[in-house]
């Protein structure tokens, strides 16, 4: 049996979000049935309905990719949750758990495509995943994550965006007490990563163009702020950093930061989607064995260690609560903000 429900969609790359009744599939016998009481606003929802990186081929689309909701019914061979369990659905709903990166909990990196929460296709029936603006969602267990009671259930929904894409790289390259982490950009992505590496043990920094952001990056867990502008300030850090999280969404020059960087420091591009362009130059990389890479989400196995992470420190994201007629006004600021 198919279970109808309610959302706002994209009906074009141009026109505003509406509502939208469609029919999720009925339950394969791993699957779970998910009542969703909050969705996340992404600016990869925004980007994803306007069709703003050229991915999206198919309309309507329901986007929304960090979901928190409650089990209200289970497949005959689903075991890992039961009705009313609290649970989350993050940007991805399925892989083909097959190749190497699947095998090793690195779904996010599946050699034949994960399965998008929107905008990708089903994996059972061909038909185009439909994401978290929704009343209700279709998972297969495995995608489905455990959420804590103990947490802000209403703030929870971020950490399965912005929450893991910021832990992932903290945990890659290791940080821990007394690592030396700066954070470029304080957005959803950068204030996530300043609490959680605090949590961590390290000691944070905030790259920032903003001189009114002190305030904010100290109660969230940074101690020093740098105003990037200033080349003196820039000076002064030379050399300091095991890590940087890049948080920064468009193309800046990534060179005044690289020098930043300690010997064999890594400064990691998570916010970024498309070209570098003339940002990159090797001689500070050569001269202090200094890396730029890249980081995407987190598997299943370690999205549940995020979250039951942020359960032990108390760590939500800071949230704005809107209802989801107003989407459309939420998505004009949004722009207003990128």
């Known amino acids: 049996m198919t279970h109808p429900v309610k959302s706002y969609a994209a009906f074009s790359a141009t026109t505003s979000l509406a509502p939208y009744a469609f029919e999720r599939r ?26 703003d990186w050229g991915f999206t081929h198919t309309y309507p689309i329901v986007v929304g990719h ?9 497949g005959k061979n689903a075991h890992k949750f039961k009705v009313g369990d609290l649970v989350g659905v993050g940007c991805m709903v399925d892989s083909c758990r097959e190749c190497s990166p699947c095998l090793h909990g ?16 089903d994996r059972f029936d061909g038909t185009p995943t439909q994401g978290g603006y929704s009343t ?42 007394g690592s030396k982490v700066a954070v470029v950009g304080l957005g959803g992505l950068g204030h996530m990563a300043v609490k959680l590496a605090h949590a961590m043990g390290a000691e944070v920094t905030l790259f920032t163009r903003s001189v009114g952001k002190s305030d904010d990056t100290y109660r969230l867990g940074a101690s020093r702020v740098v105003l990037s502008t ?18 920064v969404p468009y193309t800046h020059d990534l060179k005044p930061y690289v020098l930043t960087l300690a010997l064999d420091g890594t400064l990691v591009l998570v916010g970024l989607v498309g070209e570098l362009e003339q940002t990159i130059n090797t001689v500070p990389m050569i001269m202090g064995r200094r890396s730029i890479s890249a980081s995407v989400i987190g598997g299943i196995r370690e ?21 989801m007629q107003d989407i459309n006004t939420a998505y004009e600021e949004c722009k207003r903000v990128m």
């Open 136 to 177: 209700g969602i279709v998972v297969s267990e495995d995608f489905v994550l455990k959420v804590s009671e103990e947490l802000d259930t209403k703030a929870v929904a971020p950490l399965l965006c912005a929450g893991i894409t910021t832990y992932s790289p903290l945990r890659h390259w290791n940080v821990k007490a």
């Open 106 to 121: 690195l779904e996010q990196y599946c050699e034949h495509g994960n399965t998008g929460t929107y905008g990708g296709i």
């Open 230 to 247: 200033d080349e003196g300030q820039m000076f002064e850090v030379a050399n300091t950093f095991d890590l940087i999280i890049d948080t």
């Open 26 to 51: 009925a339950l394969c016998d791993d699957d779970v049935l998910i009542d969703i009481l909050y969705c996340g606003v992404c600016h990869s929802d925004l980007h994803t309905a306007r069709n």
């Open 66 to 74: 960090e979901i928190i909701g409650r089990v209200t019914q289970v």
């Open 303 to 323: 999205t549940q260690e995020m979250l039951d992470f942020c359960a032990e420190h108390n760590i939500v994201p800071d949230v704005e609560m809107i209802d």
